[in-house]
């Protein structure tokens, strides 16, 4: 069973940066990718960035793309989430997630593990 665990969010103003962490045990051949999902108050939990365990291929929400970064570091069992610019609408809980689908995972049923989430929260 992987689990996951995130940190590193945060109260900031707009236009700061963050950089979310997201922490993996128990690795599984099942985890193909890594990636990252949001859920405001009322609203359903969305996409925001995908990156394949093993390669270099992304995927990136439109409302992040230029923004956010899913950077290539060296260890393996942490992924991260690096956030520029934000903005108020970027105000979210931040869930990591790990599944097996290969191409175009962005939806939640493509992801197995989710971790418990991190609040972002970015004032105007």
């Known amino acids: 069973q992987v689990q996951l665990v995130e940190s590193g969010g945060g109260s900031v103003q707009t236009g700061d940066s963050l950089k979310l962490s997201c922490a993996a045990s128990g690795p599984s051949n099942m985890v193909i990718v890594m990636g990252w999902f949001r859920q405001a108050p009322g609203k359903e939990r969305e996409f925001v960035a995908g990156r394949r365990w093993f390669g270099s291929s992304t995927w990136y929400a439109d409302s992040v793309r230029g923004r956010f970064t899913i950077p290539s570091d060296g260890n393996r069992n942490t992924v991260f989430l690096e956030m520029n610019s934000l903005k108020p609408e970027d105000t979210a809980v931040y869930y990591c997630?790990?599944?097996?689908?290969?191409?175009?995972?962005?939806?939640?049923?493509?992801?197995?593990?989710w971790g418990q989430g991190t609040q972002v929260t970015v004032s105007s």
């Open positions: 997630a790990a599944g097996p689908k290969r191409d175009s995972p962005v939806r939640a049923e493509d992801y197995v593990y």
